[in-house]
């Protein structure tokens, strides 16, 4: 019998990217529940918890009330200490249900650029060492309680963390490909516009560049953390 992964999405062109397959190849029957739309509980208790990115603000909850429901879902699953992935919004959430602060960053970050590993971190992302990345943000947050930092850039001190072995996060996208990702370029065209020194050809050159070899790493990264709760 298969294991289960819901995934809780907040616009439809940010989703697993090449981690879907991955998570295939591991096992999971994988269902996605549409934030804003799909009650939070519908995604159950599942093997798997995955939650996905989007342009809006962890606090944001005034103007976007799914959040209120969504967070408490979150911080009851890890206290519960079940599996949970979070990438970019996804990071910032389960941050904010362990009671972290998340708030505006120095600056904007869009586009590719390495990491700098942690020590706690130099082993699970070691894959990605010397790869640049895809960053798509603007928030950031304090450490959780109990999380280990697991990397960094000049911008965003906190770039992926890890609580156990039951909860790992990602500021930046582990999961991007080139696939699919005209639809980031259209989806955010408004932002890519408003903000100084990103545009459109060059996101795509780099993602062309860039996004085989950091896709490739990323699913190495799901493919140990996996491994290390079955």
Not at 30 to 40: I, L, S, T, W
Not at 169 to 185: D, K, T, V
Request: net charge negative; proline share 5%; hydrophobic share 45%.
């Amino acid at each position: 019998m298969s294991k289960t992964a819901s995934v809780l999405r907040h616009v439809p062109f940010e989703d697993l990217g090449a981690f879907e397959t991955k998570l295939a190849q591991s096992g999971y029957a994988v269902r996605y529940f549409e934030m804003g739309v799909d009650a939070v509980e519908a995604a159950g208790d599942p093997d798997l918890l995955v939650i996905l990115g989007g342009p809006i603000g962890v606090y944001e909850d005034a103007l976007y009330p799914f959040l209120v429901p969504e967070i408490a879902y979150i911080k009851a699953r890890l206290i519960a200490k079940k599996p949970t992935l979070g990438i970019c919004l996804g990071a910032q959430l389960m941050a904010k249900a362990l009671g972290a602060r998340v708030y505006a960053g120095r600056g904007k970050e869009i586009g590719w650029k390495k990491l700098t590993l942690t020590p706690e971190g130099s082993k699970l992302l070691a894959p990605l060492k010397g790869l640049p990345v895809l960053h798509w943000h603007g928030d950031t947050f304090d450490l959780p309680p109990g999380a280990s930092n697991l990397a960094s850039t000049h911008l965003c001190d906190h770039q992926a963390y890890a609580i156990g072995n039951h909860a790992l996060a990602f500021q930046f996208h582990p999961e991007a490909q080139e696939r699919g990702f005209e639809r980031w370029l259209i989806g955010h065209a408004c932002e890519i516009a408003g903000t100084e020194g990103v545009e459109v050809t060059a996101l795509r050159a780099a993602t062309q560049a860039n996004a085989a070899a950091s896709a490739s790493a990323g699913c190495q990264i799901l493919e140990t953390w996996l491994k290390g709760f079955a």
